[in-house]
Nanobody
Framework: QVQLQESGPGLVKPSQTLSLTCTVSGGSITTNYYYWSWIRQPPGKGLEWMGAIVYSGSTYYSLSLRSHTSISRDTSKNQFTLQLSSVTPEDTAVYYC????????????WGQGTQVTVSS
């Protein structure tokens, strides 16, 4: 049973970098064939896929966010990390880490989500 847990600061100032970490248990980010992904939901809006990292370390990003988004991993800690630079108040959202198999059409595993507010 894969379990995901987001962590990081809940408040970020405009123009700074938002950094979140997803800790994975019950599976390995280097050996399991999953897309380890970041998804967010602004208030009153739908889910927005941001990007993903796979077991090989390859990364994929949303076209609209890729210029500000970086996903990396720490294999020794079985964690993957989101960095979103130059944030604005429009980046305020609940941020989720999630995982789906490469052959699946849905995200099987989700973290509980963490609220991040961008404000001065």
């Amino acid at each position: 049973q894969v379990q995901l847990q987001e962590s990081g600061p809940g408040l970020v100032k405009p123009s700074q970098t938002l950094s979140l970490t997803c800790t994975v248990s019950g599976g390995s980010i280097t050996t399991n064939y999953y897309y380890w992904s970041w998804i967010r939901q602004p208030p009153g809006k739908g889910l927005e896929w941001m990007g993903a990292i796979v077991y090989s370390g390859s990364t994929y990003y949303s076209l609209s966010l890729r210029s500000h988004t970086s996903i990396s991993r720490d294999t020794s800690k079985n964690q993957f990390t989101l960095q979103l630079s130059s944030v604005t108040p429009e980046d305020t959202a609940v941020y989720y880490c999630a995982a789906r198999g490469s052959g699946d059409y849905y995200y099987e595993y989700w973290g509980q989500g963490t609220q991040v507010t961008v404000s001065s």
